[in-house]
């Protein structure tokens, strides 16, 4: 049977509608491309310090962003290095020694460790960030300041909250 221009055409278009199109993964892979190239960048923007609902710290306007240090964290009861309990903080206030003996220790051995795996690459900076509450006594924060400068952690930061400009 013959078939007419209609039904030629009609079928030709059901034709054409049953192929699948073909994707194009130019622009797809440009669209993922730019997502890894901006999910690495935003990744490491600074140091995400320890969350303790127990220290309120204090507030800063300053604008720099911290670095990656060995962090010192000074709660009510303990003093804390990385998480780990390495002094109390009354025996620290009631002592007469100028120097933390439990943080020094903690801290020349984390001293020896960064020494060993900088060997090749970049030198030891001595870099240590205190994070302890706002109202913490001075006596105290003298204390550990002295106990990292005498064990060569002489590059000394206090983490704060950044204030907010209300202005």
Known sequence: MKMSKRAKRMDRHYQRA???????????????TILVFFLLVNSSTGEVLPSTKSIKLPESIAEQKP???????????????????VADVTEAINSSNAVIAGLQDELQLLTGSRLRTQQGGEPFN???????????????????????????????SLAVMQKIDKG
């Open 18 to 32: 049953k192929r699948a199109m073909p994707l194009n993964m130019v622009s797809l892979m440009d669209i993922f």
């Open 67 to 85: 670095k990656e240090t060995i962090t010192i964290v000074v709660t009510a009861r303990d003093i804390l290095i990385q998480g780990r309990r």
């Open 126 to 156: 001595g870099e240590v960030t205190i994070m302890g509450d706002k109202d913490i006594p001075y006596q105290l924060l003298k204390k550990i300041m002295v106990t990292c400068t005498k064990a060569s952690y002489g590059n000394i």
